[in-house]
């Protein structure tokens, strides 16, 4: 079992930066796959960046050169750092540990989710 906490949302300014953090219990979390998704009111939530385990990145097309996933494994944290925020970043962002094929890892773990509000 993962416990997945995550933390440094709130409000930022069109424009502005926000970075969040995702700390896991536990001593595997270096074998997960790591991903942030968001889910806007009425929308569908969707994946946002993904870090493999051996750190390969991945990102929706929306948020490609603008926002940036990293991992510490000595530290169990992903983190998400958000620049140049637009008002359509708005959303609850969850953290997700996912299963990852070159580890042979088996998970499907979220957190409780963040909020980000980007308003002037």
């Known amino acids: 079992q993962v416990q997945l906490v995550e933390s440094g949302g709130g409000l930022a300014q069109p424009g502005g930066s926000l970075g969040l953090s995702c700390a896991a219990s536990?001593?595997?979390?270096?074998?997960?796959?790591m991903d942030w998704y968001r889910q806007a009111p009425g929308n569908q939530r969707e994946l946002v960046a993904a870090i493999t385990s051996g750190g390969m990145t991945n990102y929706a097309d929306s948020v490609k050169g603008r926002f940036t996933i990293t991992r510490d494994n000595a530290k169990s944290t992903v983190y998400l750092q958000m620049n140049s925020l637009k008002p359509e970043d708005t959303a609850v962002y969850y953290c997700?540990?996912?299963?990852?094929?070159?580890?042979?890892?088996?998970?499907?773990?979220w957190g409780q989710g963040t909020q980000v509000t980007v308003s002037s």
């Open positions: 997700h540990a996912d299963s990852d094929p070159s580890t042979m890892a088996v998970g499907d773990y």
């Open positions: 536990g001593n595997t979390f270096s074998i997960f796959s």
